[in-house]
């Protein structure tokens, strides 16, 4: 167990709706990282938080946000969701932000969008 | 650009042999650090190891082993001794930082089948 819990599990969903996944990082942990898992994009860095700041940006689509609570949680918005965004979402968490911490994952939210 | 190369899709051995999967990156920074995560059929993402781009020395975990040689950019992992259990996607990855965050490169992965 990493001591990041991702809420749901599961997910099944419409093409066209909006769906939040949440995050509870490692206790102490200050950074959360989002990451998307799809058969045909592999695991791809979606953003990272530090402390409530967006920090890092990778291929994160407009349609996504994703927001840092001050209790350290974080949610991802998916919002007009089409078939393509059927994936597994993992939350990571480390201690810091700009360095070489290794990230601990959470179980991953399994997101199938119909 | 920061880039993780997994040549190997998927490697099949019989338990109690010895495999190595490789890892070749590609990055222009001086300071970087290396991962190796483990995904089992479970689908969690479970860390391994991490090495920082001044230690080229071997590391050995009971039966896991990695191999860092800036020389050839490869960060190779090696299982000795296989058994059921390893079987697993593995990952390699390349932390890509800058003054702000970080964010992990992945490789494709490599699917490990250890069969009995």
């Known amino acids: 167990d990493s001591g990041v819990t991702q809420t749901p599990k599961h997910l099944i969903t419409a093409t066209g709706q909006r769906v939040t996944l949440r995050c509870s990082p490692r206790?102490?942990?200050?950074?959360v990282y989002w990451y998307q898992q799809s058969l045909d994009q592999g695991l791809q860095f979606l953003i990272q938080y530090y402390n409530g700041e967006e920090r890092a940006k990778g291929n994160i689509l407009e349609r996504f946000s994703a927001q840092q609570f001050p209790d350290l949680h974080s949610e991802l918005n998916l919002s007009s969701l089409e078939l393509g965004d059927s994936a597994l979402y993992f939350c990571?968490?480390?201690?810091?932000?700009?360095?070489?911490?290794?990230?601990?994952f959470g179980p991953g939210t399994r997101l199938t969008v119909l | 650009a920061q880039k993780v190369t997994q040549a190997q899709t998927e490697i099949s051995v019989v338990e109690k042999e010895d495999v190595t999967l490789d890892c070749v990156y590609e990055?222009?920074?001086?300071?970087?650090?290396l991962f190796w995560y483990k995904q089992p059929p479970s689908g969690e993402l479970v860390f391994l190891i991490r090495r920082n781009s001044f230690d080229e020395q071997n590391e050995i975990s009971g039966r896991y082993s990695w191999n860092f040689q800036k020389s050839t950019s490869s960060f190779n992992f090696t299982i000795t001794a296989s058994q059921v259990v390893d079987s697993a996607v593995y990952f390699c990855a390349l932390i890509k930082i800058n003054q702000a965050g970080t964010a992990l490169i992945f490789g494709k992965g490599t699917t490990l089948s250890v069969s009995s």
């Open positions: 206790s102490g942990d200050l950074s």
């Open positions: 990571a968490s480390s201690a810091h932000a700009g360095s070489g911490d290794e990230q601990f």
């Open positions: 990055t222009r920074d001086t300071t970087y650090y």
